[in-house]
């Protein structure tokens, strides 16, 4: 099977955190903390801030890792590296999806999830 590591930006604002609806792909619809793929020679924090800045057109600061959370999709295997970030500079941009929505924590559940993003949520609530 397919592995694939990516980093998962938690967008923190006054209590509420930053959610993303895909707009590509198999998965199209669902939810998703926002983030990437990690490319060759790249570390976490540095792949984080691209994707970051490539999807939705913002600059980032990351304050800490909350968790690694693994999860076997039907044709590969994912590994997701996540930390708990603030918006620095820019404007959100849905450069890849098709709707942001800010959500406190006891909203979390209220979206329908990408299966390993839904994992993460019992973290943070």
């Known amino acids: 099977m397919k592995s694939i590591e990516v980093v998962a930006a938690i967008i923190c604002r006054n209590g509420t955190y930053l959610t993303t609806q895909r707009g590509y792909g198999d998965f ?4 998703e903390f926002p ?3 990690i490319e060759f020679g790249e570390s976490h924090e540095v792949a984080l801030k691209r994707e970051i ?11 800490k890792f909350i968790c ?5 999709y039907s044709s590969f295997h ?17 450069r890849e999806h ?5 959500l406190n924590p006891y909203e979390l559940n209220d ?13 943070l609530v």
């Open 28 to 31: 199209k619809g669902f939810w």
């Open 35 to 37: 983030g990437g793929k």
């Open 53 to 63: 800045r490539e999807e939705l057109g913002i600059n980032i600061s990351i304050e």
């Open 68 to 72: 690694t959370t693994d999860y076997d």
């Open 78 to 94: 994912l590994t997701m590296h996540c930390y708990l970030c603030n918006i620095v500079s820019g404007e959100i941009e849905l």
């Open 98 to 102: 098709i709707a942001i929505r800010w």
């Open 111 to 123: 979206v329908k999830w990408l299966p390993a993003d839904k994992e993460i949520i019992d973290k």
